[in-house]
């Protein structure tokens, strides 16, 4: 199981599947990252060994990746790319600027997302269509609640814009494991896009979204066991 089946061919993606790796941090990554909790201390650390490594495989320095005033990972230049990190998972993704605009990704536990959140982050319309979604073992809501936040790390660096879970729509398509998320307001977007399509998967414990934006025409998708 892997992130980057998710991704277009031209991403790269890095992976810690269930273990703690040790803190290797950049003096830049640890002055920026500060004293905190060791917890915090590891999970930031295995999304910097992922990025590297994704990097690598993208034919690029393995750079120090500083911390973003609303704490986004800031790039090299010409890289587009996100982290994300969730108990027992850890991944990062990177893509050519000239190929993507944006690439999110996000890993959740999977379990079932508590009703008093899934209330705050989805409409009754979401709600609807989620219930109308196979039943059987997936839990939807987080599935729901992980392409929202997979969207949100694209649309970030995009735009530099607080997107909330309730300004989007998002339709999950269970048929073929891809979702759709489009602005309320799209006004808001500005010259971003309104519309982002992103994939999903439900394997091994965990739920996996990704994001990815065109910078122009279609996307290839990955050939699979990349
Ligand atoms: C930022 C946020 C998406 C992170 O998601 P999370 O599930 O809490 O945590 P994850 O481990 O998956 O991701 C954390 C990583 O996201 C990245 N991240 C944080 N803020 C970011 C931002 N503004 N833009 C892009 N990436 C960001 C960072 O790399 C971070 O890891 P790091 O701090 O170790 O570098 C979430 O905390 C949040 O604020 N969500 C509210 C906004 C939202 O999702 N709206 C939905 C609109 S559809």
């Known amino acids: 199981m892997s992130i980057a089946e998710l991704l277009p061919a031209v991403a790269r993606a890095a992976q810690i599947v269930g273990h703690d790796c040790e803190v290797q941090l950049l003096p830049e990554e640890a002055a920026a990252l500060g004293r905190v909790a060791e917890p915090r201390k590891r999970e930031f650390a295995a999304g910097r060994i992922c990025a590297r490594r994704a990097l690598r495989a993208l034919g690029r320095p393995a750079v120090a990746i500083p911390i973003g005033a609303h704490r986004e990972p800031v790039w090299p230049q010409g890289v587009v790319g996100s982290i994300t990190h969730c108990p027992g998972y850890c991944a990062a993704a990177v893509a050519p600027e000239r190929d993507l605009a944006a690439v999110g990704i996000d890993g959740e536990p999977h379990e079932r997302l508590p009703d008093d959140v899934l209330g705050e ?30 969207m949100y790390k694209a649309w970030f660096p995009l735009t530099f814009k607080w997107l909330d879970f309730t300004d ?9 494991g891809t979702f759709h998320g489009r602005l309320l307001e799209p006004a808001i977007a500005g010259t971003a896009p309104t519309r982002f399509d992103g994939r999903f998967v439900v394997r091994a414990g965990l739920v996996l979204t990704a994001v990815a934006v065109a910078r122009s025409g279609p996307l290839v998708p990955a050939a699979p066991g990349r």
Request: charged share 25%.
């Open 168 to 176: 989007v729509s998002v339709t999950v398509d269970s048929s073929d």
């Open 121 to 150: 982050i989805a409409s009754r319309a979401e709600l609807a269509a989620l219930d109308a979604l196979p039943r059987g073992s997936v839990h939807w809501g987080r599935v729901l609640f992980s392409a929202k936040e997979s």
